[in-house]
């Protein structure tokens, strides 16, 4: 008996002697020391050279194990848009890196300034203001999108104000205006005023309308869409007790271009009986009550060529409490005009023009985009009960009908204007801004809107990333700034704009721009970044 035990533990040590010996080995084959992890977008090739080598060619990820101690070259090959070392973008294509026990040391080769990405200062100037008093004009609400042969453009409000007009006149002072680049966002060219209209109704009782709000964007035929709601009065100035609700969005129009933004289309009217009811619009009747607030975000481009465009606006000009989101379907015929579906849709069971996206007065400032036969529409909520900044409703019959897919919590409860930016495969960057009036205590900071993107892959769950901050200021007095756009340029990177006139005591007004990649918006807890490319590029 004592003889087989004494086996049973020799055969026990021996057992746990060559596991032993195993986990020495194991541990010894181990990479051990810091990990470098480098990602590469573009076409082009990265190498790394000296203490360690490693070639990543074309958009990829590489994690290597590197001895503490190690001095690297890194070199970009060209065809590489940016490289991202350990997570922090670089816009240098030769960099020196050196490795510690803990951490990574990076140097320019050249000596310049290695930079990384800046919430606080835009990469570009898309436009300045030269004015910085409190009425000075200055730019709103921009808008992007990249043509077919190269030039970005963006499309912007230009007035005296976020919502006024001049009081003592009952004039509305503000136009549509474009800039453009031509060397891929590096600088843009003078403005050119596109939609002009305060001059049109002087003979109609010193009345005029103006354009704003723009939403720029290109379909999949190369066709510039442009849409935008026209304001205009609501009676007489005066009429409803303050000048803000004097003048109130009448229609919303669209324009359109076949030539790369060179010459656009005249005004057209985006057919809708919502909010009208067929009621024709009066320049002078008091008692007018419909046809308010009507504003455009990212259109939905469907299979086939139908088109869903986001409006929403109030059934009644006395009060914004009925808040109401709709979509428009519309037909793109291919050269430049669009034939609106007229009462494919019902509401209390009364045909309309127009689908409900979720109940009415509850929401404002729409955005849509659509894959796979899929439709999804972001709303910014104007509840009280509910906790969360927006919700994304779903459709999976053309946009005919919207169920409620999933909430965005924001820090303030509310978020504005919402964007979508189609990245290809199954990955969409949603854009907003967020009022933190309830977050920070500094007055500086009260009302700022910092802007916002996250990523979204219609096959995973929208919380699977993080929101990041793409903009934002420190020196907000006054804080009107915000309203993000985005478009994937031809060379694989995200260009944002966003304006800001927080500060107009102190500088004018601008709208910026900030260049990002893919791997800006993958956090820890969410898909690798791995996947995300993926999904990418299948």
């Not at 955005?367 to 906790?387: C, H, M, N, W």
């Not at 919590?409 to 009036?437: E, I, K, M, R």
Request: charged share 20%; with cysteine.
């Amino acid at each position: 008996m004592l003889e087989k035990h004494r086996k049973s533990f020799l055969l026990l040590g021996v057992l746990f002697l060559v596991s032993a010996i195993v986990l020495f080995v194991l541990l010894c084959l181990q990479p051990s020391g810091p990990r470098l992890t480098l990602c590469v977008t573009g076409n082009g090739s990265l190498t790394l050279s000296g203490d360690a080598a490693a070639t990543l060619d074309g958009a990829g990820e590489k994690t290597l194990f590197v001895e503490a101690g190690k001095n690297l070259t890194l070199t970009c090959l060209e065809g590489v848009s940016y490289v991202v070392v350990d997570g922090v973008r670089m816009e240098q294509t030769h960099l020196r890196l050196q490795m510690t026990d803990r951490d990574l040391t990076v140097e320019a080769v050249y000596g310049e300034e290695v930079k990384a990405m800046d919430i606080y200062t835009p990469d570009v100037l898309v436009y300045e203001a030269t004015e910085t008093s409190q009425s000075a004009t200055r730019p709103f609400f921009p808008s992007v999108t990249q043509a077919d042969d190269g030039t970005i453009l963006v499309a912007y409000y230009y007035a005296d104000g976020h919502a006024l007009y001049n009081q003592s006149e009952g004039k509305l002072s503000g136009v549509l205006c474009m800039v453009k680049s031509k060397n891929g966002g590096k600088s843009f060219m003078r403005p050119e005023v596109l939609v002009d209209l305060r001059d049109e109704d002087v003979t109609r009782g010193d009345f005029n309308r103006e354009p704003r709000d723009p939403n720029l964007q290109k379909l999949s035929d190369g066709t510039l869409l442009l849409t935008f709601p026209v304001r205009a009065p609501i009676g007489k100035p005066g009429y409803n007790g303050s000048n803000l609700n004097d003048y109130w969005s009448e229609r919303s129009y669209y324009m359109t271009s076949t030539d790369n933004g060179v010459t656009w289309s005249e005004m057209r009217e985006i057919e809708c009986d919502y909010f009208s009811r067929g009621e024709p619009f009066l320049y002078d009747d008091p008692t007018r009550t419909t046809g308010c607030w009507v504003k455009n975000g990212s259109v939905a481009e469907l299979e086939g060529g139908d088109l869903l465009i986001p409006l929403y606006g109030a059934e009644t000009c006395n009060t914004r409490a009925d808040y109401t989101c709709v979509v428009v379907k519309a037909h793109n015929n291919g050269d430049g005009t669009l034939t609106f579906l007229k009462d494919w849709a019902s509401v209390n069971g009364k045909k309309t023009d127009a689908a409900l996206v979720g109940n009415a007065g509850e929401g404002n400032e729409l955005a849509l985009f659509a894959k796979d036969g899929t439709a999804y529409a972001l709303k910014r909520t104007a509840i009280p009960s509910k906790t969360e900044g927006g919700v994304l409703y779903r459709s999976l019959d053309g946009g005919l009908s919207w169920q409620e897919y999933a909430t965005e919590p924001t820090a303030n409860n509310c978020l504005n204007q919402p964007n979508f930016c189609y990245l290809g495969g199954d990955l969409f960057l949603v854009n907003y801004s967020v009022p933190l009036a309830s977050v920070y205590d500094s007055p500086a900071r009260r009302t700022a809107r910092p802007v916002y993107g996250k990523l979204f892959d219609v096959n995973g769950k929208f919380s699977d990333y993080s929101a990041v901050t793409v903009y934002d200021t420190v020196t907000a007095t006054v804080a009107d700034m915000g309203n993000p756009a985005s478009v994937l340029l031809s060379d694989g990177r995200i260009f944002t704009v966003y304006y800001d006139t927080s500060a107009p005591a102190h500088r004018a007004g601008f709208i910026g721009g900030t260049f990002t990649t893919l791997s800006d918006y993958i956090g820890e807890e969410g898909p690798t970044l791995s996947a995300a490319l993926s999904a990418l590029l299948s």
